[in-house]
């Protein structure tokens, strides 16, 4: 079991040789060069994944700036619409105020004028029947002349301002 | 069907069966040598070189079957090798990773590269002679199946370990020039004659690296063997169908641990290679 | 005692005390490794293998002994 047996040394030099030969040749190479490739792989199929997130960040961030950038423009247009809104408001209230004042001034010109037309109207009808009256009082027909100093009696001794011009006050 | 069987039923089941295999008497008269089986007779006769006799015996085939499947397997992964691996590549590409990173890259510091092909190589020879071990192949006597292991020859082994100590040397005797390198095995410090008696010790020592490198090995796979053959023998000695029995369940425990014995074995051999190329490149005391 | 009887008992001594001291060698060599590895589990890969290179140094003791009581058996006279 244990005499030397150079044979066995011989045999087992060459076998191992050929098993070192054939190892090195057809397997250790190829598959440190295919683990070596897939690392490779893996590494850059992760810097390609760290690349996109990258990206992705980027673009969200993007994305975020735009949109707060497009909150503020809408903020700032409803500002601007709202106080167009207020200017527009007041100057709508001011030019129905102003119309309103005008239709009123108006009204009162017209009043004022048919206050005078009705003034104008009455002092000739008092004048009328004054000389009406003073005629039926003298019996006969007074001269151009007693008529205007008979109308200018009695309107003298009217007060106008009591039948209209009191309301303008 | 088995899991309604209660417990107990099962017990007495085995039971009878012990105590049927204990009544029918062993018939066997076959003696089982031990020794024997580790004895090599020349298979095919070949002429003598001088003093080397190159006959092809039991322990000659068991290298070439080893090569063989070496080969057979370097080459299918050569031939198949692609990005996506199969499990077969994957397989290989795991032995692969444990002999360059487990082993070589763990122990080595420099020159994993350039030795890595030797190391790698020695684990997969190695680690596939073990295995093969323990495969039983029709070499035993008259031709029966038995087993038997490259690895379980001390001769096969010492040349092996020849390998891990011619490499040594020439590793550092090439990194460190061959005055350096002797030099380095004498402490710096000590004084003259102490020097060369450190230097002689430590030229012993790496002879006992090589004894202990090549013995480990066979002496392993050995006893591993005779273990089993033992317990073949015993039951052919106790001539019971019981003892058979009991001794078959005792020796496929014992098979299971040859299995990681073989593993392990292979691991130690390169890795212990890899401790010594790699001491001797990297010199320093 | 006839020769062969005392080889015969030289082998089994030589086996059976041979194995005493390798075995606590290996017994404390593995749990030492293995403290360590609870200890430090980052650095079980390096635990590992420096444990299996001492189990290859200390078993090569038992191995001795193993090749001893070999020799004993088959080889001496």
């Known amino acids: ?93 001011a030019e129905a105020k102003q119309q309103a004042e005008r239709t009123v001034d108006k009204a009162r010109a017209q009043i004022e004028r048919d206050t005078r037309a009705a003034l104008l109207e009455i002092k000739q009808q008092v004048a009328d029947l004054t000389l009406l009256a003073a005629e039926k009082v003298a019996g006969k027909s007074l001269t151009d002349a007693d008529h205007e100093r008979l109308i200018q009696q009695a309107l003298a001794e009217l007060d106008f301002d009591e039948l209209g011009m009191g309301s303008k006050g | 069907m088995l899991k309604r069987v209660p417990r107990w039923a099962k017990l007495i089941g085995v039971v009878v069966v012990l105590v049927g295999l204990a009544l029918i008497p062993g018939r066997a008269k076959q003696q089982l040598e031990v020794a024997k089986e580790f004895e090599l007779t020349p298979i095919v006769k070949l002429p003598h070189v001088g003093p080397v006799d190159l006959s092809i015996n039991k322990a000659v085939v068991y290298l070439w079957i ?23 590549q994957l397989a290989m ?32 020879f190695v680690l596939v002679s073990n295995v093969i071990g323990l495969v039983p192949l029709p070499f035993a006597e008259h031709n029966q199946l038995g087993f038997y292991a490259a690895t379980a020859n001390l001769y096969v082994t010492l040349t ?91 020796s496929a425990m014992i098979y299971l641990f040859e299995i990681f014995v073989a593993v392990i074995q292979a691991f130690i051999f390169a890795i212990l290679s890899a401790v010594y190329i790699g001491g001797a490149l990297e010199q320093e005391h | 005692m006839d ?39 980052e650095v079980s890969g390096d635990i590992r293998t420096n444990m299996f290179i001492g189990i290859g140094v200390t078993e090569a003791v038992a191995l001795y002994a193993f090749v001893v009581a070999l020799i004993l058996i088959f080889v001496a006279k």
């Open chain 3, 3 to 41: 020769a062969s009887a005392a080889k015969l008992l030289g082998a089994g001594l030589s086996m059976g005390l041979g194995a005493i001291g390798p075995g606590v060698g290996l017994g404390i060599l593995i749990g030492k490794a293995l403290e360590g590895i609870a200890r430090q589990p």
């Open chain 2, 66 to 88: 080893a090569t063989a499947v070496i080969a057979v397997a370097a080459l299918v992964i050569n031939r198949t090798l692609k990005a996506r691996p199969g499990r077969f």
């Open chain 1, 1 to 93: 079991m244990l005499n030397t047996q150079w044979g066995l040394m011989v045999w087992t030099l060459i076998t191992f040789g050929i098993s070192v030969a054939v190892l090195w040749k057809y397997a250790f190479g190829p598959l440190q060069r295919i683990i070596d490739q897939r690392r490779a792989q893996i590494g850059e199929s992760m810097e390609a994944a760290e690349a996109a997130r990258a990206e992705a960040a980027r673009l969200l961030e993007e994305y975020k700036q735009t949109l707060a950038k497009v909150r503020a423009e809408a903020e700032e247009i409803l500002e601007r619409s709202h106080k167009a809104g207020d200017s527009a408001k007041a100057e709508i209230l």
């Open chain 2, 160 to 250: 092996l370990a020849l390998f891990t100590f011619a490499f040594t040397h020439y590793a550092g005797i090439k990194k460190n020039g061959p005055v350096h390198y002797f030099k380095n095995w004498m402490p710096k410090g000590a004084p003259p004659v102490l020097r060369e008696f450190i230097f002689v010790i430590h030229g012993v020592s790496e002879i006992f690296r090589l004894v202990s490198l090549s013995v480990r090995l066979f002496a392993n796979m050995v006893a591993g063997h005779a273990i089993l053959a033992v317990f073949f023998a015993m039951a052919l000695i106790f001539q019971s169908y019981l003892a058979a029995a009991i001794l078959q369940g005792g």
């Open chain 2, 93 to 124: 590409e795991g032995l692969f990773e444990l002999a360059r990173n487990g082993i070589v890259g763990s122990v080595m510091k420099s020159g994993a590269d350039t030795w890595f092909p030797y190391i790698g190589a020695a684990f997969v």
